[in-house]
């Protein structure tokens, strides 16, 4: 049976390659089983720093996959300036400010899914966005985000050419 045939399963983000992506366009990957079994859910690689730009967007495209999402978990020192709440697709989602790490964000949908994934700093390179981003989605994955941004070079800037 198809995923569309089930009404009550969300939908599962295709498993594809980062493309090549236009303004306002979210650059996120999930796990694509139902199993859910590695630590990681998936990855988030934002633009800036600007939580106000940037989260509206990946709520949005969270939510046309996954279902409404009702707090998202971040910590506050990774950003420039973090909300309480913000606005997205006419639906007030609510901000937790965690000491968390400056590698993960915490998405709670519903009253207790909880989806963990991978924050990419904005100044990555675009390789080893793309290499993090892959790991982190494997399902078998049993490494920390923190790791793997240091094993794929992602916590460091780019060296400019």
Not at 11 to 37: I, N, Y
Not at 70 to 92: E, F, I, K, Q
Not at 95 to 105: A, L
Not at 155 to 160: E, G, R, S, V
Request: hydrophobic share 40%; charged share 25%.
């Amino acid at each position: 049976m198809a995923d569309s045939d089930t009404p009550d399963l969300p939908r599962l983000l295709p498993d594809a390659v980062h493309r090549s992506v236009k303004p306002g366009t979210v650059l996120l990957r999930l796990e694509t089983t139902h199993s859910r079994e590695g630590i990681l859910d998936g990855a988030w690689w934002p633009r800036s720093r600007d939580i106000g730009v940037e989260l509206p967007s990946l709520i949005s495209a969270l939510t046309e996959h996954l279902g409404p999402v009702t707090h998202v978990g971040l910590d506050g020192s990774a950003w420039d300036g973090l909300p309480t709440r913000v606005m997205a697709d006419g639906r007030v989602v609510h901000i937790d400010s965690f000491p968390v790490g400056d590698d993960t964000v915490l998405i709670t949908r519903g009253d207790r899914d909880h989806f963990s994934l991978m924050l990419i700093p904005p100044d990555t390179s675009p390789d080893a966005a793309r290499a993090a981003m892959a790991r982190a989605v494997r399902a078998d994955n049993v490494t920390e985000a923190t790791q793997i941004l240091i094993d794929t070079g992602s916590d460091t800037p780019p060296t400019p050419t």
